[in-house]
C-alpha cells in the first residue's frame, strides 16, 4: 500500500476542522452570535473569549464558527448547481458532436465563453445587484459561473473519450448517446469532476466572502467572514485580531481545500502516479 | 575495435531485473537489429546505451563506446555523446517532430548543434543537404515546410535528417517502421541501409518483426525476457539457429498458402452497393473517402479489405457498422437495409484495432463481454447472461475465472480474446475486424488468427478483415478487396490476388509486405552481384 501524498493529508486535515467547527455550530458555540453585549466590546482575546469580542461585543469564536458554516454551505449548493447543470450540458455537447451535429456545441460553447468573459465575482455582483442582496442570490450567482467550469471540462474530457475504441465497441451494440455518456463517459471522468469540484469549492468560498464583504452575500445578523472582514477594516489599528481571524479562517480553509484537490488528483490520476517498475519495461 | 559493445549489461528498475548479461556489439557499418516481443527489453537496451533510463535504474556491466565506457560517463559528458556521437529515431514519427516550427528549422537547429561554427547560411545549406539525403527535395519540401503537411513516412524522413545532421557514428533506430504503412515501411528501410553505407555508421534497429528487419540486417539478435536468446550474422543465422523461440519467430514471418476449401452456400449476409461517402473540407471542397464500392459477403465467407492508412478503409468500416451515415447506396444485412437500426445490430459486430483502448478500464470482463446483450430484445436473467459469457471466453481460450477481472490484469493477445468474445456473444453473422492484429507481436499475432480461423469453421461466421497489409489476411480469407483512394482497384479470390496481382497498386503492396523468405533471397542476390 502506497503512502497517501503530504497534501493530501495536511489539506483534509485543515478542511475537516473547519467541518467540524461549522457542524458543531449547529448546536453550540461559545455564545449567542446575535445577542449584542455593548460593554463587552473590543475584548482581547483571552480564556472568556478566545478570539476577542468586536465593536457589539459579540463573541469572534462564535462568529466564525457560524460565519463558516454559511460559507460552506453556499458552496456546496453553489458547486452542485454547477455540477448538476453543466456536466449534463458538457455529455451533451459531447456526444452530439460526436455524433455529427455540431450546431448545439456551437451555441453552447459560445454561450460558455460569454458568461466566462465577464470576471465571475463582477457576474456575482451584477446578479445580487439587480436581483437584491441575500444568500440565496448569491449562491445562484456563484452557482451560475460554476455551470461554464463544469460544462466546458466535461466537454473536452467526454470528446476525448468519444474517440476511444471501447466507446465504438458500445456504439456498435446500438447503445445511445446517453447510455453511452452514463455507462462508459461518466465513470471515466468522475476523478476529473472530484478534483475540478474541490477547486471550485474553495474559489466558491472565496466568492462567497467577496459578496458579504460588499454586502451583497449573507444579510446581517448573520454573521459571515466577508463581512467581518469589512467591520474589522475600519479598526484595524486598535483592534487588529477582527481582521486577523476572519482572514486566517478564509485563508486556512481555502489553503486546505486547494490542498485536498491536489492531493486527490494526485491518487486519482493514474497519469501522475508514481509508475511501478513493470510499467516501463518497453 | 567495435564501434559499440555493449558486455553483460544488467538494469534494473526497483530491484525487478529488466536486462541480464546482454552482450552486443555493432561494427562501422553494419547493421546490426535486435528482435523481441514487446517486454523483451529491446527498447530497454536501447535506452541504456543512451544512458536514458527511468528512475531507479540500475546499471552494471560495460557498454563501450568508441573506446570509452559509457557508464562511467556523468550526465553531461552524456549530453555530449548523445549531441555528437549517437542519433535515435522513434517510433512515432506523428509525434517526434515539434509541430509549431517548420521541419527547416527543427533540422536547423540541430546542424547548428552539432557544429556551432556554421553561419547562418551554412546551417540553411547543410540541412538543405540532409533533408536531400533523406529523399526530401526542396522543389517539393521547402524547409518552411510545417510537419502536418508531410505524411507519415515523410515526417520518419525528417526525423532521420535530424538524426543524421549529428553526423552520429551510431544510430539507434527504435522500431521506425511499426506506425508506418507497409510500402512506406519498405522504403525507410531502404533509405536508412543506404544511408549507412554512405555514411559508414552504425546502426542498432530495434523492432518486434523479423521479416521486416531481414532484409536489412547484417547481424541479427533475437532477445527475450531481458536476454539474448541468440544472435547471429543475418546470412548464416537463420541455417544455424538452435533455439525454439528463434525457430517459432521465424516460422511466422514466413509466408505460407494453405489451400483452403471451403463449402459457402449462396446465401448473401452483406450487400454493398455503390457506398459513397463524402467529407466536407474547408470551403466548398469535400473529400470523397469512399467512392462507389460495391461488394458481396456470403456465408461462411471471408473477405479482406487492404489498403493504406487514408485510404478510406476505416470510413468504409464505420459505415457498414452504422456509426456513421453515408451519402447515397444501400448496405444490405441479412437481405434488409441497414442504416443503424437497433434491431439488425445483432447480426454485425467488430473487433478494433487497440486491444489496450478496446474496454472500458473501470468494468470487469463479465460486463465487457456481455455489452452487445442490449442488442437482444427478450433480455437474458443474469444467469443466463454469465453462462453465456463463460462459454465465449472458453470458445476463445480464455478461463472462467477471467470474468472477475479487469482487462488491465490481461496481455495484448489475451485483449484481444476477450473483444473477439465480445463480438461473437450475440452470434452474429459478420465480424468486422478492424486491423485486429496490427498491434500484436508476431507469434500473438498467428496465434489469433488461428483462433479466428476455428471460430469461423465451427460457429460459420463470416469476417471482413480490415488491414494494410496484404500478407496478414493471406490465410483467413477467401476473397481480397484492394482499395485505393476510397476506390476497390482490384477483387478477386485471394490465391489469385497473390499470385497474379493484375493492378500495379496491388503489386506494389505484395511487394512491400514483409517476407522472410522474399528477404534473405533479396540478400543473397545482393550478394551475388557484389561478386560478379
Known amino acids: ?152 471540462m466535461t466537454r473536452g474530457a467526454a470528446m476525448g473519450l468519444w474517440s476511444r475504441e471501447y466507446i465504438m465497441a458500445a456504439r456498435v451494440c446500438g447503445k445511445g448517446m446517453w447510455r453511452i455518456s452514463y455507462e462508459h463517459i461518466l465513470p471515466n471522468i468522475l476523478n476529473l469532476l472530484i478534483v475540478q469540484a474541490t477547486i471550485q469549492f474553495s474559489i466558491a468560498i472565496i466568492a462567497e466572502a467577496s459578496l458579504s464583504y460588499v454586502g451583497l452575500g449573507t444579510q446581517p445578523p448573520m454573521p459571515s467572514l466577508g463581512r467581518m472582514l469589512n467591520e474589522a477594516q475600519t479598526m484595524i489599528f486598535f483592534a487588529p485580531w477582527l481582521a486577523y481571524f476572519p482572514g486566517g479562517a478564509i485563508v486556512t480553509m481555502v489553503l486546505g481545500l486547494n490542498l485536498m484537490g491536489d492531493g486527490i488528483r494526485d491518487v486519482l490520476d493514474p497519469k501522475l502516479r508514481q509508475r511501478k517498475g513493470q510499467d516501463v519495461v518497453a | 575495435m567495435s564501434l559499440l559493445n555493449i558486455q553483460g549489461l544488467l538494469l534494473s528498475i526497483h530491484g525487478s531485473e529488466i536486462l541480464s548479461n546482454v552482450a552486443i556489439g555493432v561494427e562501422e557499418g553494419q547493421i546490426v537489429a535486435i528482435v523481441g516481443e514487446s517486454g523483451s527489453g529491446k527498447s530497454m537496451t536501447a535506452s541504456a546505451v543512451m544512458q536514458l533510463v527511468p528512475n531507479g535504474a540500475e546499471m552494471s556491466g560495460n557498454v563501450w563506446f568508441m573506446d570509452d565506457n559509457l557508464l562511467d560517463k556523468t550526465e553531461a559528458e552524456m549530453c555530449d555523446v548523445r549531441k555528437n556521437h549517437i542519433g535515435m529515431v522513434f517510433q512515432e514519427p506523428m509525434t517526434a517532430l515539434n509541430p509549431v516550427q517548420t521541419i527547416g528549422k527543427q533540422v536547423i537547429e540541430a546542424v547548428r548543434l552539432a557544429d556551432k561554427s556554421l553561419s547562418k547560411d551554412q546551417a540553411r545549406e547543410k540541412a538543405e543537404l540532409m533533408l536531400h539525403k533523406v529523399g526530401l527535395e526542396q522543389t517539393r519540401f521547402p524547409l518552411n515546410t510545417y510537419p502536418h503537411k508531410l505524411s507519415g513516412g515523410q515526417r520518419q524522413r525528417v526525423v532521420i535528417a535530424i538524426a543524421l545532421s549529428q553526423n552520429p557514428r551510431l544510430l539507434i533506430a527504435d522500431e521506425p517502421t511499426t506506425a508506418l504503412d507497409v510500402t512506406t515501411q519498405s522504403q525507410i528501410m531502404k533509405l536508412l541501409k543506404k544511408l549507412v553505407k554512405q555514411e559508414n555508421m552504425g546502426l542498432l534497429l530495434i523492432s518486434h518483426d523479423l521479416a521486416v528487419v531481414a532484409e536489412v540486417a547484417d547481424h541479427i539478435v533475437i532477445m527475450r525476457n531481458g536476454k539474448v536468446i541468440e544472435q547471429g550474422n543475418t546470412d548464416i543465422f537463420f541455417n544455424e539457429m538452435s533455439d525454439d523461440y528463434s525457430k517459432e519467430l521465424f516460422a511466422a514471418s514466413k509466408l505460407t498458402f494453405k489451400d483452403k476449401k471451403s463449402e459457402k452456400s449462396s446465401d448473401i449476409i452483406l450487400d454493398i452497393k455503390n457506398l459513397k461517402k463524402d467529407y466536407k473540407l474547408s470551403g466548398s471542397k469535400k473529400l470523397r473517402a469512399v467512392d462507389n464500392v460495391s461488394f458481396r459477403l456470403k456465408k461462411g465467407e471471408n473477405i479482406g479489405l487492404v489498403g493504406e492508412s487514408g485510404c478510406g478503409k476505416s470510413t468504409l468500416v464505420r459505415c457498414i457498422l452504422g456509426v456513421e451515415a453515408y451519402k447515397s447506396g444501400e448496405i444490405l444485412l441479412n437481405g434488409e437495409v441497414f442504416d443503424g437500426q437497433k434491431e439488425l445490430r445483432k447480426h454485425i459486430n467488430a473487433v478494433f484495432q487497440d486491444p489496450f483502448g478496446s474496454f472500458n478500464p473501470r468494468h470487469m470482463v463479465k460486463r465487457v463481454v456481455a455489452e452487445p446483450f442490449y442488442l437482444i430484445d427478450t433480455p437474458l436473467s443474469s444467469t443466463e447472461q454469465l453462462s453465456k459469457v463463460e462459454e465465449m471466453l472458453n470458445h476463445v481460450g480464455l478461463n472462467a475465472d477471467d470474468m472477475d477481472k479487469y482487462s488491465h490484469e490481461f496481455s495484448g493477445g489475451q485483449r484481444q480474446r476477450i473483444a473477439i468474445a465480445r463480438a461473437l456473444i450475440t452470434e452474429p453473422s459478420v465480424i468486422v475486424l478492424d486491423e485486429a492484429t496490427s498491434a500484436l507481436d508476431v507469434l500473438i499475432r498467428e496465434q489469433i488468427l488461428e483462433l479466428l480461423e476455428n471460430l469461423s469453421e465451427n460457429l460459420g461466421i463470416s469476417y471482413l478483415f480490415i488491414s494494410h497489409d496484404l500478407t496478414t489476411v493471406r490465410n483467413i480469407t477467401d476473397r481480397v478487396l484492394v482499395m485505393k483512394d476510397g476506390i476497390i482497384v482490384e477483387q478477386g479470390p485471394t490465391n489469385e490476388i497473390y499470385n497474379n496481382p493484375q493492378h500495379p497498386y496491388t503489386n506494389t503492396l505484395l511487394e512491400a509486405s514483409p517476407d522472410i523468405t522474399k528477404a534473405l533471397n533479396d540478400k543473397r542476390n545482393e550478394l551475388d552481384d557484389n561478386f560478379v
Open chain 1, 1 to 152: 500500500m502506497k503512502s497517501l501524498p503530504l497534501s493530501l493529508l495536511v489539506g483534509s486535515g485543515l478542511t475537516l476542522i473547519f467541518i467540524i467547527m461549522a457542524g458543531l455550530s449547529f448546536v453550540w458555540t461559545p455564545y449567542d452570535v446575535t445577542a449584542l453585549n455593548i460593554d463587552q466590546k473590543f475584548l482581547d482575546p483571552s480564556l472568556l473569549h478566545l478570539l476577542g469580542t468586536d465593536h457589539f461585543g459579540r463573541d469572534v469564536l462564535s462568529m466564525i464558527m457560524v460565519g463558516t458554516r454559511n460559507a460552506i454551505a453556499v458552496s456546496i449548493i453553489a458547486v452542485g448547481i454547477g455540477m448538476i447543470i453543466g456536466v449534463p450540458l458538457g455529455l451533451w455537447v459531447a456526444g452530439s458532436r460526436m455524433n455529427g451535429g455540431s450546431f448545439f456545441d456551437e451555441i453552447l460553447m459560445r454561450g460558455n465563453d460569454l458568461i466566462f468573459a465577464f470576471p465571475s465575482l463582477l457576474m456575482a455582483i451584477m446578479i445580487t445587484a439587480v436581483f437584491g442582496p441575500g444568500v440565496i442570490n448569491a449562491i445562484i450567482a456563484i452557482g451560475i459561473f460554476n455551470i461554464p467550469v463544469f460544462a466546458r
